[in-house]
């Protein structure tokens, strides 16, 4: 059975600096490529960065430059590392799985809020 846990989020003032993780079971983690993604409030869930199984990384013009992911294959665990964070940061992040890189985002976790105070 495949599981995403995702922590880490809270309050935090602009500016300030998060870590979230995502700790995976139940998956090659090896194989999967991971992604973040958010969901504000009355929007459309928006994808934050990607990093694939050979650690490409890919993010979204709105985060480059300010949010960091990572893997680390041995824990199984993804990271988003979030600096500077600003009022319209504030969110749901949601971490998702995918094999081989290409196939469709198959799993998703539950979802850890973000909120950005101004």
């Known amino acids: 059975q495949v599981q995403l846990v995702e922590s880490g989020g809270g309050l935090v003032q602009a500016g300030g600096s998060l870590r979230l993780s995502c700790a995976a079971s139940?998956?090659?983690?090896?194989?999967?490529?991971m992604g973040w993604f958010r969901q504000a409030p009355g929007k459309q869930r928006e994808l934050v960065a990607t990093?694939?199984?050979?650690?490409?990384?890919n993010y979204a013009d709105f985060v480059k430059g300010r949010f960091t992911i990572s893997r680390d294959n041995a824990k199984n665990t993804a990271y988003l590392q979030m600096n500077s964070l600003k009022p319209e940061d504030t969110a749901v992040y949601y971490c998702a799985a995918r094999k081989y890189n290409i196939l469709p985002w198959g799993s998703w976790g539950q979802g850890t809020q973000v909120t950005v105070s101004s």
């Open positions: 990093i694939t199984s050979g650690g490409s990384t």
């Open positions: 139940g998956i090659i983690f090896s194989i999967n490529a």
